[in-house]
């Protein structure tokens, strides 16, 4: 909340007391979700070689307890940290490993992350075409999820209607 308030110090001091309950509880999902939560602030503080360190950290527990989709959405957080920085090749890397798992999981959300931040990559690298093919597979992915949530509105308000339609009958 902090964090989103602006106060990067309150939000700083608050992860790292959250942190040190789950150190002690050795809740490792939790650790490692505290720990991309640090990472984040220091990336909003400009501190993007920090913030990676904490990403990383993240990183080795969501590989120790096979959280697949962490792995891919911590790698995807590196690769964009890296993109900051303008270190291209550790980008990449980073960017190239979570689309591949972003696929392989078929997480919609986890592609669409990745497929911007591969578009951003390619467009650093002068790579336009590469650049416009990721957009545009952003494009139609972020198309498709915006139908699908229209639909279970659509779904959900005509579930609404007929439940009060009952009631009234």
Do not use: C, P, W
Request: cysteine-free; glycine content about 4%; overall charge positive.
């Amino acid at each position: 909340i902090y964090h989103r308030m602006g106060d990067s110090d309150k939000a700083l001091e608050y992860y790292n007391k959250s942190l040190e309950v789950k150190l002690r509880l050795n809740n490792k999902k939790g650790i490692a979700h505290t720990y991309n939560n640090i990472a984040k602030v220091h990336n909003s503080k400009g501190k993007h070689e920090l913030a990676n360190e904490f990403y990383k950290k993240s990183l080795l527990i969501k590989e120790e307890i096979n959280d697949k989709e962490g792995i891919a959405s911590a790698h995807n957080n590196i690769g964009r940290t890296y993109l900051r920085i303008n270190n291209i090749e550790r980008a990449k890397y980073h960017i190239d490993l979570g689309l591949e798992l972003s696929r392989n999981l078929n997480n919609l959300d986890l592609l669409t992350s990745s497929y911007s931040t591969s578009a951003r990559l390619y467009r650093i690298m002068n790579n336009f075409e590469k650049a416009y093919r990721y957009q545009v597979k952003l494009n139609i992915l972020e198309d498709s999820l915006r139908e699908i949530q229209n639909k279970r509105a659509v779904i959900e308000a005509e579930a609404k209607y007929n439940f009060e339609r009952r009631e009234q009958d």
